[in-house]
Nanobody
Framework: QVQLVESGGGLVQAGGSLRLSCAAS????????MGWYRQAPGKPRELVAA???????NYADSVKGRFTISGDNARKAVYLQMNSLKSEDTAIYYC??????????WGQGTQVTVSS
């Protein structure tokens, strides 16, 4: 089992920045990929960014050039630096971890609200 705890959400004006953090505990040795998803009201959950244990990253087109994902393998943590935030970035952001045997774990979510 893997437990994930997010922090760093909040209210910010359009054009501002926020940094999300996610710390993993439990069977962290089995984690292969960590990432961030988001879900806005009335919309499905979508991938924002992901990073593998080898450092490969993947971003949604809508956040490329604005968001940066980074990871700390030693601390089993993942971060999302969000710059130039837009109102359409408003959502609940969820941390995700995937293990080598394809189990997926989720954090409780953190609200990000961007005011225009």
């Amino acid at each position: 089992q893997v437990q994930l705890v997010e922090s760093g959400g909040g209210l910010v004006q359009a054009g501002g920045s926020l940094r999300l953090s996610c710390a993993a505990s439990g069977s962290t040795f089995s984690i292969n990929t960590m990432g961030w998803y988001r879900q806005a009201p009335g919309k499905p959950r979508e991938l924002v960014a992901a990073i593998t244990s080898g450092g490969s990253t993947n971003y949604a087109d809508s956040v490329k050039g604005r968001f940066t994902i980074s990871g700390d393998n030693a601390r089993k943590a993942v971060y999302l630096q969000m710059n130039s935030l837009k109102s359409e970035d408003t959502a609940i952001y969820y941390c995700n971890a995937r293990t080598r045997n394809l189990n997926a774990y989720w954090g409780q979510g953190t609200q990000v609200t961007v005011s225009s």
